[in-house]
Nanobody, 128 residues
Framework: VQLQASGGGSVQPGGSLRLSCAAS????????IGWFRQAPGREREWVSY??????LYSDSVKGRFAVSRDNAKNAINLQMNSLKPDDTAIYYC????????????????????????WGQGTQVTVSS
């Protein structure tokens, strides 16, 4: 099984990119899909979470990013608008057979350890 994230690139602040996560030997519509990112010197953070029952976004991207399924292409898209320099990172998609969420009493947060399959990442750079 292989996940492949694509669509990264370099844009100016305020610009847009659309990332795509495709899979071989895995029907993505049967899986929960998470997008995560990691910037140099920073810990990995979650970006979005898409399951049959939940669509979640981290506070840092809420209102700017939108995740969607393209079942015809067996892909998951992440539309990123109003990009900021802080969005610069390597973006990874991941797939989970269940619903790997943790609840701290206030918010649900995707649990990276619950994602079985990971793509190799695509670089997003936002700078002027």
């Amino acid at each position: 099984v292989q996940l492949q994230a694509s669509g990264g690139g370099s844009v100016q602040p305020g610009g847009s990119l659309r990332l795509s996560c495709a899979a071989s030997r895995l029907r993505l519509n049967y899986y929960t899909i998470g997008w995560f990112r990691q910037a140099p010197g920073r810990e990995r953070e979650w970006v979005s979470y898409l399951s049959d029952s939940n669509t979640l976004y981290s506070d840092s991207v809420k209102g700017r990013f939108a995740v969607s399924r393209d079942n015809a292409k067996n892909a998951i898209n992440l539309q990123m608008n109003s990009l900021k320099p802080d969005d610069t990172a390597i973006y990874y998609c991941a797939a989970a057979p269940g619903n790997p969420l943790t609840y701290d009493g206030f918010n649900y947060t995707p649990d990276p350890d619950g994602f079985t399959f990971w793509g190799q990442g695509t670089q997003v750079t936002v700078s002027s």
